[in-house]
Each structure stands twice: as C-alpha cells, then as structure tokens.
C-alpha cells in the first residue's frame, strides 16, 4: 500500500486567484493522477501527473487551467488557476503501483472559491 | 461512450444484508473495484475483482460477472459506521478507471 499526505486539506480562496495543492507519497509508484469531486457526485479525472513530462490531461481540463507538475516518483502539485466559484470543489491526488492494481487517495483538499 | 451505473441510494437495517448492483460498459476490462467514501473523506480500497465469481473478505463479499457486464457489493451484518458512499470502478483498456456515481447507503437502527 501506499500513503499519501495532501496538502492543504482545505482552503478558502478568493476569486482571481490560484490555489497549488501537494501531493506526498511514502514510496515511489508509477502513476499519479488528480482528480475533482462535486459534492454528491462521482470522481472526475483531471489529468494523470507525468514524471518528468507534460500531464495528460482529460477533456475539459486544460493545462492553463490546472497546470501540474510531477518532478519526481513521489511527488506531484496542481495549481488551479485564475479560480472561480465553480471551481469551488474536493479535489483528489490518487496513485497506483502499477497496472490492474488498486488506486489510493489522499485525503483530500476541500476549495471554496468566494 | 463508457458507462457505469449503480443505484443512487439506498437504506438498510443495522444487522441486516444489503446487495449494491453496479453495471457497467466499457472500452476494455482490467477489472473492477469497490471503494467505500465517507462523507468529507476521501475512498478507500474495498475489493478488486478481475474473475469471475465471488471475492469474500469478511463482512463484505463482490461479485463479477464479465459476461453481463456486472458486479454487486454484498455487505452482511450491518452496522452504523457502514452509512457511506460505496463506489464502483472499472479499470479499461488503458488501464484508467472509469468511475461511477456512488450508491449512498443508510443504515437505520
């Protein structure tokens, strides 16, 4: 298993600004992925963090947007940028060890955009 | 398109058995995984079922069928800190998972 710690665990910001949430884990693991989750509604991929290169990003999420980064095997951040009320979210960092194997999750960073 | 349903909620009886239903239709299967979410948490790993038949693990058994496209969650004995968001996600082609809304469970006294 893997532990991950995400930091802030939440976090009220005001519109305009960007919010870079950290993402640690306990040992290295090959993939990294961040994730966005509406109150009541499923999980939403954003993009899954490349070490050393560009993220991948899902339709809808542009670079601009949630620029990430991924310098390492254990660590990731994502930056929501320029943010606005509907960016007001749960966002999730998430890594698995390998292929056909389970996800772990964060704990977690709860934005609210005023 | 990709595609998983499950119930939206559901409520049981503390002690009793509950069946989550989860179907899904995908671009490939690598197997499928159950996730229970408690409110302001984040999930945590349940099972992984990638045969069919029947995982147990305890009070909590999933079921696969990769002919029809679906799996349950049977939880048994239940108890209050069961109340929770259970999800089911399938891992596809590319080894992504495709998530599925959650069931809400209730547990009354």
């Known amino acids: 298993s893997a532990v991950i710690s995400q930091k802030p665990s939440r976090d009220i910001c005001q519109r305009g600004t960007s919010l870079t949430i950290q993402c640690q884990v306990d040992?290295?693991?090959?993939?990294m992925f961040w994730y966005r989750q509406q109150p009541g509604q499923s999980l939403t991929l954003i993009a899954t963090?490349?070490?050393?290169?560009?993220?991948?990003?899902e339709s809808g999420f542009v670079i601009d947007k949630f620029p990430i980064s991924r310098p390492n095997l254990t660590f990731s951040t994502l930056t929501v940028s320029n943010m606005s009320p509907e960016d007001s979210s749960i966002y999730l960092c998430?890594?698995?060890?390998?292929?056909?194997?389970?996800?772990?999750f964060g704990q977690g960073t709860r934005l609210t955009v005023v | 398109g990709q595609n998983i349903d499950q119930p939206t909620e559901m409520t049981a009886t503390e002690g009793a058995i509950v069946q989550i239903n989860c179907t899904y239709q995908t671009s490939g299967f690598n197997g499928l995984f159950w996730y229970q979410q408690h409110a302001g948490e984040a999930p945590t790993f349940l099972s992984y079922?990638?045969l069919d038949g029947l995982e147990e693990k305890g009070r909590f058994s999933s079921f696969l069928s990769r002919s029809k496209g679906y799996s349950y969650l049977l939880l048994k004995e239940l108890q209050m800190k069961d109340s929770a968001s259970y999800l089911c996600?399938?891992?596809?082609?590319?080894?992504?998972?495709?998530w599925g809304a959650g069931t809400k469970l209730i547990i009354k006294p």
């Open positions: 040992s290295q693991v090959t993939m």
């Open positions: 079922n990638v």
């Open positions: 996600a399938v891992m596809d082609s590319n080894y992504q998972l495709i």
């Open positions: 998430s890594v698995s060890t390998g292929e056909g194997t389970e996800a772990f």
């Open positions: 963090a490349n070490q050393g290169s560009e993220a991948t990003y």
